[in-house]
């Protein structure tokens, strides 16, 4: 059995439904007493943010793509299988630089930072789009389990080591043309002299680097601490994609610990098993906004 609590997008048709109202009232005293916070982000935190794949944010950055190939959105456009390098990389770097070096449009990442900057807090999310960081969020208390945007890797792997791309794809996006970067900017690995690939896991060259396992240490050590005490395991915008890496987990860990909570905002699919319900607030709606009123 799942529980779900339906938020109005309006603030004005919101405070007229009572049980929303109690459901950010009840957020607000959980979030208040937390003696810690595990946040559990997903895709819809970032979207809630500005960060859409598809629409107006697509067909402003992509309308040469889009005239050839007739993409819909950017995720389908990136598994596209280009000609030349040349073109790939063009696509990829326009990718990069609009999800990973450009700012969200909206304040909804700093909302969260003012949220819980003051707590014991942690961040376990699966995107890769930077956001936590640049929002103020301490980078040792972040573990992006899926990769980074801002990293290649060497697509064979030939070693685990992570590359950053700032420098290079700027300049991809600067010169292109006709929907080609030049050839010496293709990137190859340094060793091998193999295409680089992002570093981002779709299959099993997904190189965890250094910094990836020192991550992977500090979130253990932070569930290891916390496993017994007053915590919130606050989780925003996960979907159905990989619900083993947070969902089930946080779900698990709140039924061991009579003392946790959990929290859902998720546009849609804010749910929580029966197993947990009397420790749990589901809240069905924008993010953002929710984020607001708490």
Known sequence: MCLKTRIITSTDAYWDNREAMDSVEKAKKVIKGAEAVLIGAGAGLSASAGFTYSGKRFEKNFPDFIKKYGFGDMYFAGFYPYETWEEYWAYWSRYIFINRYQDAPKNVYQDL??????????????NVDHCFQKAGFDKQRLFYTQGDYGLWQCSKPCHYKTYDNEAVVRQMVAEQEHMRV??????????????MSMNLRSDSSFVEDEGWHAAADKYQDFIHCHQRLNILYLELGVGGNTPGIIKYPFWQMTKENPKAAYICIN?????????IQN????????????????
Do not use: M
Request: charged share 15%; hydrophobic share 35%.
């Open 279 to 294: 420790q749990s607030i589901c809240i069905n709606g924008d993010i953002g906004e929710i984020l607001k009123w708490l």
């Open 113 to 126: 930072y003012h949220l819980v900057q003051n707590k014991d807090y942690f961040v376990l999310t699966t």
């Open 182 to 195: 030049p050839s010496h900017l293709v990137p190859r690995c340094p060793v091998c002299q193999e295409p």
């Open 267 to 275: 546009y849609g699919e804010a749910v929580c098993p029966q197993a």
